[in-house]
T-cell receptor, first 113, second 111 residues
């Protein structure tokens, strides 16, 4: 069974640009969650999608948005990039039931210059 | 604000010793508990999960849960240098499927 796939692995962008990250969940998983990880802040929850609907949302500004497609693949978009957006962005999938664990992808390392 | 707290460490143990990692959580409604291991520069990988009070063993790993004390721990027996990593505790409440992560404990196993 293939794991969670995130593309691209690395990105370098300039302040003010926008970026789109992609995530393909494990086959059969309907929930996709996004996290931002920085050395000082740990894992910060961005949002979770389940069956194409945003079910949970963290405390990030509106510049961070996402969506989920009918095949459960998800994209995350960050507009008007800031230096502080440099981080490892992790996608995790699960069945969406409360007792099922998250399975993480390898992440996208975003650097904003 | 629901919180999951872990000692940031670093925790150092000699090879072959038992490493004990602890986690407390604030929400009594939490139902599922997970331990993840994260090597430097890599993504978190699931080690264990536990739902009921008591101990759950898987190889060298034992997860312990005490819901009354809102406390979950991970014991690593016969620690190996390859166990050196950051260990993340995660808690989930059944309603809403919201996960809450601790900031992680850095473990170093000294050969």
């Amino acid at each position: 069974k293939a794991g969670v796939t995130q593309t691209p692995r690395y990105l370098i962008k300039t302040r003010g640009q926008q970026v789109t990250l992609s995530c393909s969940p494990i086959s059969g998983h309907r929930s996709v969650s996004w996290y931002q990880q920085t050395p000082g802040q740990g894992l910060q929850f961005l949002f979770e999608y389940f069956s194409e609907t945003q079910r949970n949302k963290g405390n990030f500004p509106g510049r961070f948005s996402g969506r989920q497609f009918s095949n459960s693949r998800s994209e995350m978009n960050v507009s008007t990039l800031e230096l502080g957006d440099s981080a490892l962005y992790l996608c995790a999938s699960s069945s969406g039931q409360g007792d099922s664990p998250l399975h993480f992808g390898n992440g996208t390392r975003l650097t904003v210059t | 604000q629901k919180e999951v707290e872990q000692n940031s460490g670093p925790l150092s143990v000699p090879e072959g010793a038992i490493a004990s990692l602890n986690c407390t959580y604030s929400d009594r409604g939490s139902q599922s508990f997970f331990w993840y291991r994260q090597y430097s520069g890599k993504s978190p990988e699931l080690i264990m999960f536990i739902y009921s009070n008591g101990d759950k063993e898987d190889g060298r790993f034992t997860a312990q849960l005490n819901k009354a004390s809102q406390y979950v721990s991970l014991l690593i027996r016969d620690s190996q240098p390859s166990d050196s990593a950051t260990y993340l505790c995660a808690v989930n409440e059944l309603t809403g499927n919201q996960f809450y992560f601790g900031t992680g404990t850095s473990l170093t196993v000294i050969p």
